[in-house]
């Protein structure tokens, strides 16, 4: 019996807990761009130039994980809890969402729980939660890359995905 308990424990992946809400910032690979997470207030995204920053636009709430595209456009936000679903998971889940320059700070796409799961994406048991797989960021032709548990999901053109929806 003890040997099925460790061989379990080798074969599930550990869970940490998430850090506490704290002030982050994510900045395009270019570093022109950056978005300030504070908890209890909107993201803010700053243009730097000349050792300055150049509010450009927000985007609601404070954000655990962000990414930037290099001409500061779209910036894509993933679930809360990062990699990891509850258990009890429901399909209406937003995993990532892409927020526009000129969309008056509201998101203009959403990749759901659902939507992984018409694709074919499976989910990773760990101990305690399910992994879906995570946000790679943006790629030097400013299309999102998004790995899924068991295969890389085609990159995300922003431009494309906020125009369909």
Known sequence: MLLLLLLAGLLSSPDQP??????????????K???????????VLYEHTKGKKKVLWTVPGWQRSAFVRNDGAFVATQYPGLNLLPLDHQGGIVLIELWKSDNNGNSCWSFTVGDAQKMGAGFRRTVSHYEWGQVEGFLPDGKLSIALVGFKRPPVDPAEACRKR
């Open 33 to 43: 761009y950056c978005l300030e997470a504070v908890p209890g207030k909107d993201s």
């Open 18 to 31: 998430l850090d506490p809400p704290a002030p982050k910032t994510f900045c395009s690979a270019n570093k």
